[in-house]
T-cell receptor, first 113, second 116 residues
Framework: EAGVAQSPRYKIIEKRQSVAFWCNPI?????LYWYQQILGQGPKLLIQ????????DSQLPKDRFSAERLKGVDSTLKIQPAKLEDSAVYLC???????????FGQGTRLTVV | AQKITQTQPGMFVQEKEAVTLDCTYD???????LFWYKQPSSGEMIFLIY??????QNATEGRYSLNFQKARKSANLVISASQLGDSAMYFC?????????????FGAGTRLFVKA
């Protein structure tokens, strides 16, 4: 069974530029999560989808971050404009149900210079 | 207030010995779940073990076991017979909520070093 796929693996951008990350969850997983992991910290939930609806985006900085999961399968996370403090690993995860075990992709390491 | 606390930033263990990684949590929900993940230097979060709040027995998965003490709100991970490949960051996580919505939050992690 294929795992959670994320791309790109690495991205370097200048501040004020925009960037987008892509995630394809495990087939059949209804719940999809985007986490931000700053170096030396645990992952912080940015947004959680149930199928194509947003369940929780309370910690998403909505002035610059946006995410969508239009067809209830793959998802994109966008940052526009990026700030230096957005440098982090962005992890996508999926689970069969909201109470199920979340399986993670390898993450996208973003460096904003 | 911290909901998940991992008080050990780093731990050392000799190869083949057992090690306990501490985790305490705080929730008012009667139904919740506790997870442990391993994050090697490659960056991927690998699921290790799960304990539900109503589970009567401690969860075990191979060399991993979860020492669940509900009254103390602790969910320590025990790794038996440590191997060099166990060197990694370990995160404790808690899922709480209800049918209106569930949220999983992570602790700050413990870095485990296994010595040969």
């Amino acid at each position: 069974e294929a795992g959670v796929a994320q791309s790109p693996r690495y991205k370097i951008i200048e501040k004020r530029q925009s960037v987008a990350f892509w995630c394809n969850p495990i087939s059949g997983h209804a719940t999809l999560y985007w986490y931000q992991q700053i170096l030396g910290q645990g992952p912080k939930l940015l947004i959680q989808f149930q199928n194509n609806g947003v369940v929780d985006d309370s910690q998403l900085p909505k002035d610059r971050f946006s995410a969508e999961r239009l067809k209830g399968v793959d998802s994109t996370l966008k940052i526009q404009p990026a700030k230096l403090e957005d440098s982090a690993v962005y992890l996508c995860a999926s689970s069969l149900t909201p109470t199920g075990v979340a399986f993670f992709g390898q993450g996208t390491r973003l460096t904003v210079v | 207030a911290q909901k998940i606390t991992q008080t050990q930033p780093g731990m050392f263990v000799q190869e083949k010995e057992a090690v306990t990684l501490d985790c305490t949590y705080d929730t008012s929900d009667p139904s919740y779940g506790l997870f442990w993940y391993k994050q090697p230097s490659s960056g991927e979060m690998i699921f290790l073990i799960y304990q539900g709040s109503y589970d009567q027995q401690n969860a075990t998965e191979g060399r991993y076991s979860l020492n669940f003490q509900k009254a103390r709100k602790s969910a320590n991970l025990v790794i038996s017979a440590s191997q060099l490949g166990d060197s990694a960051m370990y995160f404790c996580a808690m899922r709480e909520g209800n049918t209106g919505g569930f949220k999983t939050i992570f602790g700050a992690g413990t870095r485990l070093f296994v010595k040969a």
